[in-house]
């Protein structure tokens, strides 16, 4: 048996728990009373897929993302998206050299192990499509030439949606791409008053320091994906998707590639939690914040008042539950 397909050991998880908690921890030290968001972008990261954060301007998605970067001893860029933006500002460009007399390729700053895309939604279709080979294939083909990306590489995107002036939405096939759309959400009034006592004088982001290197992202990452996952609850992940597909209030259900990701995601999840098995609760838990920018509401349930929120509880509800806990 091969290393990639062996049985994650206790040491294995009790390792990955532990650098995930201190990751966590760290990111909370800046980011307060937001524990799960903190913990689902993070195990995002680990499940190889990125992130969309939407919410309102103010309540830290930006600093999530740079207090992520910060804690890992790994590369990271920002992207401020605008409408000017051109498609070789995010990929790179070549450039002539007149002392080599030959074209030199300059990376842009999709070339780096965390990529916060600031207000995606503010570039125009061209410049957002450029992000589409890296996000899906972890790529860059400039000029017929592709260079690949290093791993661990993770796009964390943010927007607003109130805001619609100037804006061009993100079309389904890029919504697809992303693993998770997470909502930030206003802090609690005691964590509001706590943010007031430790970031009235200065911002705890500087003080912030790597608690963890790159290569422990990707090694977290393998064994993750060695957790196990039976033939009972793949074929619930199945079933659920189908459920998507056919509900009578859904014109767009949920893709192949969701069903990818939501397995990939139940398997880090059942790692943090210290289990070497996934279980049906690790695929509830994470059903909303994976499947939920992927499904269009027929026009008929949207003037009813259905959100996708409550289709998504609707299709939970309709799907049996496997009858063991996934344990192998």
Request: net charge negative; proline share 7%.
């Amino acid at each position: 048996m091969s290393a990639d397909t062996a049985p994650v050991s206790p040491d294995e998880l009790g390792w990955f728990g532990e650098r995930f908690a201190t990751v966590a921890d760290n990111i909370e030290l800046v980011i307060q009373g937001k524990r799960e968001t903190v913990e689902l972008v993070t195990g995002c990261l680990l499940s190889g897929g990125h992130a969309l954060i939407e919410d309102v301007p103010g309540v830290g998605k930006t600093l999530l993302a740079k207090s992520l970067a910060r804690s890992i001893d790994c590369t990271y860029q920002r992207i401020q998206f605008t409408p000017d933006l051109l498609p070789s500002d995010v990929t790179g460009v070549s450039v002539w050299d007149r002392e080599t007399t030959q074209f030199v390729f300059r990376p842009g700053p999709v070339f780096a192990n965390v990529v916060l895309g600031d207000e995606i939604n503010r570039a125009g279709p061209k410049t957002q499509a450029a992000l589409l080979e890296a996000m899906e294939e972890r790529q860059v083909t400039v000029d017929g030439v592709t260079r690949p990306l290093a791993p661990p590489f993770i796009v964390i995107a943010t927007q607003n949606p109130i805001e619609h002036e100037g804006t061009y939405p993100l079309p389904e096939a890029q919504l697809d791409r992303f693993m998770m759309r997470l909502g930030m959400g206003y802090p609690s009034r005691a964590k509001e008053l706590e943010m007031l006592d430790t970031h009235g004088e200065h911002s705890t982001f500087d003080e912030l320091t790597p608690v963890i290197h790159a290569d422990d992202v990707v090694k977290m990452a393998a064994i993750a994906n060695r957790v196990h996952t039976s033939e009972a609850i793949r074929g619930y992940l199945i079933d659920l998707a189908e459920a998507t597909r056919t509900h009578p209030d859904l014109l767009l259900g949920a893709s192949p590639r969701a069903t990818l990701f939501l397995q990939r995601a139940t398997r880090t999840r059942a790692a943090i939690l210290g289990r070497d098995y996934v279980t049906p609760d690790d695929v509830k838990a994470l059903l909303e914040p994976i499947l939920n920018h992927r499904m269009v509401l027929q026009p008929e349930a949207q003037m009813r008042g259905t959100s996708i929120a409550k289709t998504i509880e609707d299709v939970a509800g309709s799907v049996p539950v496997p009858g063991s806990q996934g344990a192998p």
